[in-house]
């Protein structure tokens, strides 16, 4: 059995800026491998992400970009089974390769946060975040580092193969059948239900500023990938997904009052990832890519 467990910071709120890449390789249950280091975003450090990784823009000066370790980091991708908790390290990865027109690295991919669905009924439906699921599992690590967070996702995968007494092939075919029927709500209403198969349930989000697409189609993508949509920022929020334009550094527009309130809900501990249109857009193709 082997496989690499991935997880990467971010400077900003663009999934694209990675600040820092941290991976894991297990063969035989048993680490052969860790790396991990800072990396230079070329990219403005935003203190909401500080305050979650406390890597700041002096740190990284001289670290390594992206496009210096694009090759090491693809030869290890491709090589092995890639493990993460949720889409958004794929994702950022992704988005990273085309920030700098460098191909996108294809592999076989293992979201835990799926795993940890299937495996424990008392994350099913909410409840799954890395943090939560490694307090279940009795594992203590330090959440927002790259390697300690790798760590934990690979310490979920095999507590789930010891639980249910299974292999790693048996989770990637579990993992490519539904979860529970299809519910996609595609009527005119802004505010909806998650699809329960979506790669996303349980997330509740909520969309502010001007978007490219309209807000009933961007309410459709996020609950056919299984967000809940509403249309307030709440304690219960965990997406904002605010117009490319509008979280421009150099954008001169004032923040929404729902940017405001999410920001002010971070800075108070609470779990909110606040993302671009774009990068929402890619999240929802991701989806469509690993469902064939």
């Known amino acids: 059995m082997k496989f690499l467990a ?27 491998k860790e790396w991990s280091s800072l990396i230079n975003p070329e990219d403005y450090f935003d203190y909401w992400n500080i305050s979650i990784h406390n890597i700041k823009e002096e740190d990284v000066i001289n670290s390594p970009k992206f496009t210096e370790i694009y090759e090491f980091i693809k030869h290890h991708l491709e ?31 293992i979201d835990t ?46 507590s789930a ?4 007494g299974n292999t790693i092939d048996d989770w990637i075919i579990r993992l490519n059948k539904p979860f529970l029927a299809d519910s996609k709500n595609y009527s005119d209403s802004i505010s909806k239900d998650g699809n329960p198969d979506g790669s996303l349930f349980g997330e509740v989000l909520v969309f502010t500023g001007s978007l490219q697409i309209s807000r009933i189609e961007a ?17 219960q929020t965990t997406l904002l997904v605010v117009g490319d334009q509008d979280l421009s ?8 009052s729902k940017h ?26 991701s989806h469509k890519i690993s469902e064939k």
């Open 79 to 109: 090589n092995y089974i890639c493990v993460c908790h949720t889409h958004f390290d794929r994702v950022s990865i992704n988005r990273t390769c085309e920030k700098y027109g460098l191909p996108t690295i294809k592999n076989n991919w």
């Open 6 to 32: 991935i997880d990467v910071e971010t400077a900003n709120s663009d999934m694209a800026s990675i600040c820092q890449i941290g991976f894991v390789i297990y063969e035989n249950g048993q680490i052969k």
């Open 113 to 158: 946060a799926k795993v940890s669905r299937r495996c424990w009924e008392e994350f099913a439906n909410k409840g799954y975040g890395l943090a939560n699921v490694c307090k279940k599992l009795n594992y203590n690590f330090n959440h927002h580092d790259a390697l300690e967070d790798a760590k934990a996702s690979a310490h979920i995968l095999l």
């Open 260 to 285: 405001i309130k999410a920001e002010e809900l971070k800075k108070n501990g609470h779990n909110i990832r606040i993302l671009k249109e774009s990068d929402f857009i890619a999240l929802y193709e």
């Open 161 to 164: 193969i010891k639980e249910k």
């Open 249 to 256: 550094k150099l954008g001169g527009k004032e923040k929404s």
């Open 219 to 235: 309410s459709a993508l996020a609950s056919e990938i299984g967000c809940k949509v509403v249309n307030g920022v709440t304690k």
